[in-house]
C-alpha cells in the first residue's frame, strides 16, 4: 500500500508524470524507528520498523510495552469489541502493543479498531517476505476519513519473520517486552533544525487538504517562534508533475499545465469542464513559492506562514476568489512587494523554463537520506522523511527532536508537547507531598526526574529517591529536611542555612539532626536559648 500513492496519481492525472519516475533511480525511503525486544531472551535485540504514516509517533521519546496478538481478528480489520477482546491495561501493568497481521482491509482501520479496544500501540506483521514499506493512509476513501484524523497511537510494520518469531513466543506462553524507540529517528547535526513541508495551495481535495490547511493554521504560531529564534530554517515545496512531450497540444494538459506543459497539477475538481483548472493550482503555487523567496530575501522568511493562512481565509475556491486578484490583496496587505513576486513567477505562457519550478521538479527527486517526495503533504525535518500525522504537538516532537538534550528551545517544553506523565504516579519521581514539590518535569522527551528549583532554592539529589534543598534559603523550604521542635515557645532547628545541606543539632542537643535532636543532660533551656544560633528567626515561615 505503500507504493500505491504513486500510481494513484499516475491514474489520476492520465498524461501527467511525476518528473523522477522517468529518472528510473527514484527512491521512496522508509522512515524507521528502532523495536527492541527486552524478553524473552530467546528473541532479544533489535530490529527494525517502518513508521506508519497516521498515528503519533513519539519522536525523540520511547515507549515499553507488552506484545498481545488477538486470538481473533487476527487482522483487525473488525471491530475487537465483536469479538470482547479488550487490550486496556491494568493499572500498574505495561500498556499493550497490539500484533496484527496485514492484509484485507486498510493499515489504518487495523490501527483504529486497536486503539478503540485500548491498544497503546500497533505492530503489523507483513504477509510477505520483503523489505519494509510505509503504511500510508487511505485516501479518497470516504468511510475513513472518519476515523483517520483521529488516531492518536503510533503504528509500525515489521517484517514477516520477526513477525513470526513474535507470534512462536507469544504462543509459547513467554510475555513479550519490547520499547519503541523514536530517539534516533531525527538525526541532529546542528544546533539549528532544517525543515520543509511539500504542500498544495489546492483547498479542495478533501480530507487531506483540510487536514494540510489545518496543520498550517495551527503550526503558524509555533513556526513563527522558531524561526524568528534562528532555531529553525524552514522552506516550503510544491509538487509539479511535467506532461509528455506528445500530449502538450492536448485538452488536458492545455487546462492543467503552464510554460507549455512543462508544470502542471491536477484538475481540482477532476472535472475539465467545471471549476478551477489545474493550472490555477500551479499558478497559485508559483505564488507561494516567490512569496517565500521575496520574504525570505528581505530576511522575513515567516511571513510565507502568513500569506498562506491568510489566503486560506481571504481566497477559497468555494467562494470561487481563488485568483489573483484576491492574491495581490493578501500581497500587499503583508507589505510584501508585488512587482518583486510578479517578476519571480515569470511568464506561464512562455514556452521555456520557470526557474523557479524547476527547482521544485529537481528538489523532489530524494537526495542523501532522504528519498523521492511522492506523498503530499510531506514533511522532512534534517532530510528525514516525517512519519504520522500531520498535527502541532506531533510535529513540534519531531522538530524538538531534531535539537540535540538541553539545546532546543523553550517552545519545545511547552504546553503542546507536554507528555504528561507526571501525572500518573508522579512519573516514578522523587515527591514531597506535604510540600507539594516534586522531581518530576514532563518533557517533549517523555518525563525526567530532576531535583528541582523553588523560590530560587536549588534541591539537589538523584531526583527519584531523594532531593535536599541545598545553598541559601533553604531552611525556608520544609526546614531543610531536618529535625525541628518548639519547646516553650521557642523553635530550635537543626537546618544551617548554608551551601552544604546538611542538618546538624544546634549546640546543647544530640542527635543526627534529621529525625531527632535530644537535649544532653543537664543543660537548661534557658541557656540553650541564649547560646543557640540555631533559634530558628523565622518561626512562622
Ligand atoms: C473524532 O474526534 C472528533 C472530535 O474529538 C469527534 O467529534 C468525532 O466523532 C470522532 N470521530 C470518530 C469516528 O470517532
Ligand atoms: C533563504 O535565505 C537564506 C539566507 O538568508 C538562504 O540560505 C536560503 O537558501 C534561502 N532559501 C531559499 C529557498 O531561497
Ligand atoms: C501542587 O502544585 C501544582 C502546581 O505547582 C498544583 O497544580 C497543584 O494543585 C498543587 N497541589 C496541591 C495539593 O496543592
Request: aromatic share 8%; glycine share 10%; net charge negative.
Amino acid at each position: 500500500m505503500g507504493f500505491s500513492t504513486r500510481l494513484k496519481v499516475a491514474n489520476l492525472l492520465g498524461f501527467l508524470v511525476l518528473i523522477f519516475t522517468e529518472l528510473v533511480s527514484g527512491r521512496f525511503v522508509v522512515e524507521k524507528n528502532s523495536l527492541r525486544v527486552t524478553s524473552p531472551d530467546s528473541i532479544k535485540g533489535t530490529h527494525d520498523s517502518a513508521i506508519g504514516n497516521f498515528g503519533i509517533p513519539q519522536y525523540g521519546g520511547s515507549m515499553a510495552g507488552t506484545v498481545v496478538y488477538p486470538k481473533d481478528n487476527k487482522k483487525g480489520c473488525k471491530s475487537f469489541d465483536d469479538f470482547g477482546i479488550s487490550f486496556k491495561a491494568k493499572p500498574g501493568a505495561m500498556p499493550n502493543f497490539v500484533l496484527v497481521d496485514r492484509g484485507d482491509c486498510f493499515f489504518a482501520l487495523k490501527v483504529w479498531n486497536a486503539q478503540n479496544a485500548g491498544a497503546a500501540a500497533v505492530l503489523v506483521a507483513d504477509d510477505i517476505a520483503e523489505a519494509l514499506i510505509t503504511m500510508d493512509s487511505p485516501e479518497e476513501d470516504h468511510a475513513s476519513e472518519k476515523y483517520i484524523a483521529n488516531i492518536t497511537i503510533p503504528s509500525a510494520l515489521v517484517d514477516k519473520s520477526f513477525g513470526e518469531q513474535l507470534k512462536k513466543a507469544i504462543s509459547g506462553g513467554d510475555m513479550v517486552n519490547v520499547n519503541l524507540d523514536w530517539r534516533e529517528a531525527v538525526p541532529h547535526p546542528d544546533d539549528r533544525v532544517e525543515y520543509e513541508l511539500w504542500t498544495n495551495s489546492n483547498d479542495e481535495c478533501g480530507v487531506k487538504c483540510d487536514m494540510l490547511m489545518e496543520f498550517v493554521k495551527d503550526f503558524k504560531g509555533a513556526a513563527q517562534i522558531l524561526e524568528k529564534g534562528g532555531y529553525t530554517q524552514f522552506t516550503p515545496h510544491y509538487i509539479t508533475w511535467y506532461c509528455p512531450q506528445a500530449f502538450t497540444i492536448s485538452k488536458q494538459c492545455k487546462s492543467q499545465c503552464i510554460n507549455h506543459g512543462r508544470y502542471c497539477a491536477p484538475d481540482p475538481e477532476q472535472d475539465f469542464s467545471i471549476g478551477y483548472e489545474g493550472k490555477d493550482v500551479v499558478l497559485e503555487n508559483l505564488r507561494q513559492l516567490c512569496v517565500f523567496k521575496v520574504a525570505n530575501e528581505t530576511k522575513k522568511p515567516w511571513v510565507w506562514w502568513d500569506y498562506v493562512t491568510d489566503f486560506q481565509i481571504r481566497c477559497p475556491m468555494k467562494e470561487k476568489k481563488y485568483n489573483k486578484e484576491c492574491a495581490d490583496n493578501v500581497i500587499r496587505s503583508l507589505g510584501l512587494d508585488l512587482k518583486k513576486i510578479e517578476k519571480c513567477m515569470g511568464d506561464p505562457e512562455a514556452d521555456s523554463d520557470n526557474p523557479v519550478l524547476k527547482e521544485e521538479q529537481d528538489a523532489q527527486v530524494g537526495k542523501g537520506s532522504r528519498g523521492d517526495v511522492t506523498i503530499l503533504p510531506t514533511l522532512v525535518v534534517n532530510n528525514r522523511q516525517y512519519r504520522g500525522k500531520l498535527e502541532k504537538g506531533a510535529v513540534l516532537k519531531a522538530l524538538c527532536a531534531g535539537f540535540e538534550e538541553t539545546t532546543e528551545p523553550s517552545v519545545c517544553l511547552s504546553g503542546d508537547v507536554e507528555t504528561n506523565e507526571c501525572l500518573d504516579n508522579n512519573g516514578g519521581c522523587w515527591i514531597d507531598k506535604t510540600a507539594n514539590i516534586t522531581a518530576c518535569k514532563d518533557t517533549f522527551r517523555g518525563r525526567v526526574c530532576e531535583c528541582p528549583v523553588v523560590n530560587g532554592v536549588q534541591f539537589k539529589g538523584d531526583g527519584y529517591t531523594s532531593c535536599v534543598a541545598s545553598g541559601p534559603g533553604r531552611c525556608k523550604i520544609s526546614n531543610g529536611g531536618c529535625w525541628h521542635e518548639n519547646r516553650n515557645g521557642i523553635t530550635f532547628t537543626a537546618c544551617v542555612d548554608d551551601d552544604v545541606g546538611k542538618c546538624k543539632c544546634p549546640p546543647g542537643f544530640k542527635g543526627d539532626g534529621v529525625k531527632s535532636c535530644d537535649v544532653c543532660n543537664a543543660t537548661p533551656l534557658s541557656d540553650l536559648a541564649l547560646n543557640s544560633l540555631y533559634i530558628q528567626s523565622f518561626m512562622s515561615g
